[in-house]
């Protein structure tokens, strides 16, 4: 089976909307298919500032997302980047040969330091696509499923594996990104040409996994749409409709255009109601499952150190390979 590879970051409580169609989702059907391996990237976390205390419950609360969202734990590798020691190390010796320019064109870090600025950020937000790369070639990853925003560090990857190949002799696997077609972007459902995001400003816009199933079927009644009073998809002059054609398509298994017929000459109301009750039929067993899971966090851990010990196996022979390669140890 081919080599699977992904993970999110543990920098919220409550996974959004979006990070389940664009990663979870594709996750659970991707994984009999695939040896998985589904980290919790919490070195990745830490970029920005994180309370420690918060910090090691939100790991929990996104290990049980994991498992209640349909990864099986006894089957695909659910493990906590930061108890694997070679993630770190792996990422140094990435970063000798890694092109400062090269790290300077990454759109993600550009983003993320347009409000306070470049000098405000710490080196680690810089650095944070190379600590990626290295959690991908640790595994010997062929498939990388993410969502579009992630595809610029998938492509750095890639390359930077091809640069060690060539220099060093061949040590890695040249990993490729899957990304899927309709739910690769998820947008905010109040700003719907902003991506749905952990860090929006109107929490209105966002539609959380632990949300109470009222709270998220409200936030659809109240989603921004336009005064076209049509449903049909176009993503330039109907943000709004669009979304929500691609979430109800995601959650439906329905391709948008059968879904833009059915709903043909009904009002907004009507749509936005559908649109509701198919995230919430999809949502609700996943929240009271994490809850469930949560119960029980002595379970959960024991859960996580041992799956870390599985990936560190691997993680360890691919280091010591490429330290070799490089004339180190
Ligand atoms: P993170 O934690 O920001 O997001 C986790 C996953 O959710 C996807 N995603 C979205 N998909 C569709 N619409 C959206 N609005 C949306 N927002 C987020 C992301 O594309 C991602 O797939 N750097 C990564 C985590 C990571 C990783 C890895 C992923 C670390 N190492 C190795 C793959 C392989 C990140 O911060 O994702």
Redesign the pocket.
Known sequence: KPRL?????P?SGS?????Y????QQWRRMQSDNEAFF?I?DL?AITVPQAPGVLREQVRTLAAQYIAGGIDPSASCLYV?SHVAAHAQLQWLLSTITGFGEASRMT?FKDKTAKGGQEAASVGLFT??I??AA??LLYD?EV????????Q??EL?RDLAERFNKRFGKTFVVPKPVILAG??????LQSPEA????SADNDKGVVWLLDEPARTAKKFRSAVTDTEGSIRADRAEKPGVTNLLDILSAMTDRPVAELETEFAGQGYGVFKTAVADAVVAELAPVRERTLELLDDPAELDRLLAANAERAAEVADATLRRTMEAMGLR
């Open positions: 590879y992904s993970g999110m970051q920098s996974l959004h909307l979006g990070n169609i664009g990663a979870l980290s990237v990745h980047q993600q944070y696509p600590l990626m959690d991908i990853t990388v499923p993410v969502g579009d925003d992630q595809k560090h998938v990857t739910g690769a972007r998820i947008y905010d991506k749905m995001s952990k």
